[in-house]
């Protein structure tokens, strides 16, 4: 998506980035937990990501503490993100992933990325990633015409255009291996999806709450999956695949 697209639809007024209304309580789960153990290069990413007008997109520290204890957890080896901007997520997982890890990284936009690389370089993963410029939906496509990309994926991190991600599951759901994981990140969408839908919401809220709404319907009934909906962040729905 476009800057100024998303300057349309009003996601820079969103006026907080995860679920706590309170920024203090927020604070001191940072100042607690994450901020101690932020990798010196998370932090200076972060730090870069902050002055650029699109910073509320990108994943927040305490959703990249999550994401790295998963990868480990389950010692992911090949992964998969969709929705990079200028890497927060992407650094989370590189920095989880053994020495031969590989993520197969997709943005429609090359230009956030590049504002992440130097520090990625500079923490020494670089090698791991292999960024794809795109759409994901045509890029997944051409993943799933070879067999030996079935199955083949530990860990898949989902984080792009919210009007898609079921287009995605049924995609990355081939992809992901059984006992692999799927997190689709902001499925509780400010907590909207729990609001009536002509509750008062902001633009950017109301034009994509249907599209989560549908997604965890969807997810709550797929029996190839168990799923745990987490208030971390805007809401990740972590899926393992068993079957
Ligand atoms: C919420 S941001 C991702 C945040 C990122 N995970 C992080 O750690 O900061 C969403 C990203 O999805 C990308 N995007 C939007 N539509 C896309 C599409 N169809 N295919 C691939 N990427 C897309 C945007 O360019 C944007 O960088």
């Given at each position: 998506m476009a800057e100024e697209q998303y300057q349309e639809i009003g996601i820079t007024d969103l006026a907080h980035k995860t679920l706590l209304q309170s920024d203090a309580l927020y604070q001191y789960i940072l100042e607690t937990s994450v901020f101690p153990r932020e990798h010196e290069c998370l932090?200076?990413?972060?730090?870069?990501?902050?002055?650029?007008?699109?910073?509320?997109?990108?994943?927040?520290?305490?959703?990249?503490?999550?994401?790295?204890?998963?990868?480990?957890?389950?010692?992911?080896?090949?992964?998969?993100?969709?929705g990079v901007y200028t890497g927060?997520?992407?650094?989370?997982?590189?920095?989880?992933?053994?020495?031969?890890?590989?993520?197969l990284a997709m943005d429609v936009n090359w230009e956030y990325y590049?504002?992440?690389?130097?520090?990625?370089?500079?923490?020494?993963?670089?090698?791991?990633?292999?960024?794809?410029?795109?759409?994901?939906?045509?890029?997944?496509?051409?993943?799933?015409?070879?067999?030996?990309?079935?199955?083949a994926f530990d860990f898949v991190f989902v984080d792009a255009d919210k009007n898609n991600y079921l287009n995605y599951h049924k995609r990355v759901i081939e992809l992901v291996k059984v006992g692999g994981l799927?997190?689709?990140?902001?499925?509780?969408?400010?907590?909207?999806?729990?609001?009536?839908?002509?509750?008062?919401?902001?633009?950017?809220?109301?034009?994509?709450?249907?599209?989560?709404?549908?997604?965890?319907?969807?997810?709550?009934?797929?029996?190839?999956?168990?799923?745990c909906q987490l208030p971390v962040g805007d809401g990740i729905t972590l899926c393992r695949r068993i079957m």
């Open positions: 932090k200076e990413l972060r730090q870069i990501t902050e002055k650029h007008p699109l910073s509320l997109i990108a994943t927040p520290p305490d959703e990249g503490q999550l994401i790295n204890m998963l990868v480990k957890l389950i010692n992911a080896k090949n992964t998969m993100e969709i927060y997520s992407l650094l989370s997982t590189a920095l989880a992933l053994p020495h031969d890890g590989k993520i590049e504002l992440g690389l130097p520090i990625i370089e500079k923490a020494g993963v670089a090698h791991k990633i292999d960024f794809r410029e795109g759409p994901a939906l045509p890029l997944l496509d051409q993943l799933l015409i070879d067999e030996n990309n079935k199955g799927i997190g689709y990140d902001n499925t509780l969408w400010s907590g909207s999806v729990a609001s009536p839908p002509d509750a008062p919401m902001m633009d950017y809220v109301k034009e994509f709450r249907s599209y989560l709404v549908e997604l965890n319907k969807y997810l709550a009934h797929d029996s190839r999956i168990e799923i």
